[in-house]
């Protein structure tokens, strides 16, 4: 069981499209990390979120942690073809624990 | 500043065999953690090592054993290696215990 459960689990969207991935869990975390991750790399870190309510933007990508600190979700405006990767969402429980991801298509 | 390195990129290996793998962090991290990522259980959380010192241990047998040297430097031991054993190993260094984590680009390992 996944403490930190993604979805949608897989995302297929035309260039220009906008999308939204959640990350949700039962637990409260003190910080959240998004990261992305292509073939046959390491994830990159995208941004830490850690104050209930805090949002954040990284060009076309807004992060949003939710008030109780128990969600996330992570917004791309007029996705490219570009944004194309595993996006995951990882947090301090105790250990290190990571969503099981949202593999992002995004055809030209 | 250099990333994280791991040696080799790729492995493969057979059933009962060991392995060690390394792991160079960013220059003033000291803490280095593991991770296996495979199709059907994602990433999961091996262990952490902080000053040379396991700090924290995920849900994973006895024979996944690590190590940490003064210089920051980790490896990770696989003994008596089992097909389910394949799979993309990461490490990820961060500047505090179990903080942001920067990825390398992995290990694949093959276990045939």
């Known amino acids: 069981t996944q403490l930190l459960e993604q979805s949608p689990q897989f995302l297929s969207i035309q260039e220009g499209e906008n999308l939204t991935v959640y990350c949700n869990s039962s637990s409260v975390f003190s910080s959240l990390q998004w990261y992305r991750q292509e073939p046959g790399e390491g994830p990159v870190l995208l941004v830490t979120v850690v104050t209930g309510g805090e949002v954040k933007k990284l060009k076309r990508l807004t992060f949003q942690f939710g008030d109780a600190r128990k969600d996330s979700s992570l917004h791309i405006t007029a996705a490219q073809p570009g944004d194309t990767g595993l996006y995951l969402c990882?947090?301090?429980?105790?250990?290190?624990?990571f969503g099981a991801g949202t593999r992002l298509t995004v055809k030209p | 500043k250099a990333g994280v390195t791991q040696t080799p990129r790729y492995l493969i290996k057979t059933r009962g065999q060991q392995v060690t793998l390394s792991c160079s962090p960013i220059s003033g991290h000291r803490s280095v953690s593991w991770y296996q990522q495979t199709p059907g259980q994602g990433l999961q959380f091996l262990f952490e090592?902080?000053?040379?010192?396991?700090?924290n241990k995920g849900n994973f047998p006895g024979r996944f054993s690590g190590r940490q040297f003064s210089n920051s430097r980790s490896e990770m031991n696989v003994s008596t290696l089992e097909l389910g054993d394949s799979a993309l190993y990461l490490c990820?260094?961060?500047?505090?215990?179990?903080?942001?984590?920067?990825f390398g680009p992995g290990t694949r390992l093959t276990v045939t």
């Open positions: 090592y902080f000053s040379e010192t396991q700090r």
């Open positions: 990820a260094s961060s500047l505090v215990s179990l903080g942001e984590q920067y």
């Open positions: 990882g947090g301090n429980n105790n250990d290190m624990r």
